[in-house]
């Protein structure tokens, strides 16, 4: 990515920053910070894979008992969502991951809250508001607003369940060569805080599947598919997960002045471990 995204502080900090709020204040969102985010939103740099993507930002009616329709009980008091669709394709998924995270991120440095949810809505209420075509996917939406301080119970044992906290250790996702030597967290030179970033990213049901081996100045990604999650949900959100890793990593790489693509190319690093499938390499230029 040719970085054009500008935030009015490092990507690092946002990226630590942010959390997942799923019970909301009644307070508007201000109708500049409106128009900041729908700017923001129509000028997104082009995705690794060049898939086309819209985004928007609508409003959804109360029902009356706090409760937003078409979230299953998950989301209390947002009246405000982000959503995007992006056109069928190959790479479509990773895409609309990697945009969408910038769209977090940006209203996180706004001071607004968020949170992703690709499996906990319906997917037919949402697709009604923006219109979605038949070659169009809904993948995620995220309610966007200012949080109630105080979390719900289903909001602590959603975070409790899915270990939101919990990281991999470096050695457990990041390899040097091949999958038998991983990199600790002093052994990237350059590369230590992209793949810091990298680690927080949030993921489905904090899977955290993206596995980086690092050949010189190319990292070859891969997907270690977690059990049974592709049965969760209707969209392949590890897909998803793989695009917000990498905006990530783009991200943490173009602020330290290392700027690269994301490419698909013919990999040779030996026997991969089970439910790993190759993604996408990024090469520095």
Not at 126 to 147: H, M, N, Q, R, W
Not at 176 to 183: G, K, L, N
Not at 228 to 233: I, N, Q, W
Request: hydrophobic content about 35%.
């Amino acid at each position: 990515m040719e970085n054009s995204v500008i935030f009015s502080r490092p990507s690092a900090e946002l990226i630590r920053a942010r959390c997942s709020w799923r019970n909301y204040r009644s307070t508007p969102v201000e109708e500049g910070k409106i128009k900041r985010l729908n700017a923001f939103m129509e000028d997104l740099p082009m995705p690794p894979f060049g898939s086309r993507a819209a985004f928007s930002f609508i409003y959804d009616s109360l029902d009356g008992k706090n409760t937003v329709p078409g979230t299953y009980g998950v989301i209390k008091g947002a009246e405000n969502f982000l959503v995007g669709t992006v056109k069928k394709g190959e790479k479509d998924l990773e895409d609309f991951g990697y945009l969408f995270e910038l769209i977090i991120l940006f209203a996180t440095d706004i001071g607004l809250s968020t949170c992703w949810m690709g499996g906990t809505f319906s997917r037919t209420s949402f697709a009604k508001k923006v219109g979605l075509g038949p070659d169009e996917t809904l993948p995620a939406i995220s309610p966007v607003g200012y949080p109630k301080q105080k979390r719900t119970f289903m909001d602590k044992m959603i975070s409790l369940s899915a270990g939101s906290t919990k990281r991999k250790s470096w050695p457990d996702i990041f390899f040097d060569q091949t999958f038998s030597m991983p990199i600790d967290q002093m052994g990237a030179d350059d590369y230590n805080r992209s793949l810091e970033m990298v680690q927080l990213a949030p993921s489905s049901s904090n899977g955290q599947p993206w596995r980086l081996v690092r050949d010189g100045h190319t990292f070859h990604l891969f997907l270690r598919r977690t059990p049974g999650v592709d049965k969760l949900y209707k969209a392949d959100l590890q897909r998803v997960d793989m695009g917000i890793c990498m905006c990530h990593f783009d991200l943490a790489a173009n602020e330290a002045g290392m700027f690269g693509k994301w490419d698909i190319k013919p990999v040779n690093i030996g026997p991969l471990p089970k439910r790993t499938e190759y993604v996408a390499s990024w090469e520095r230029v």
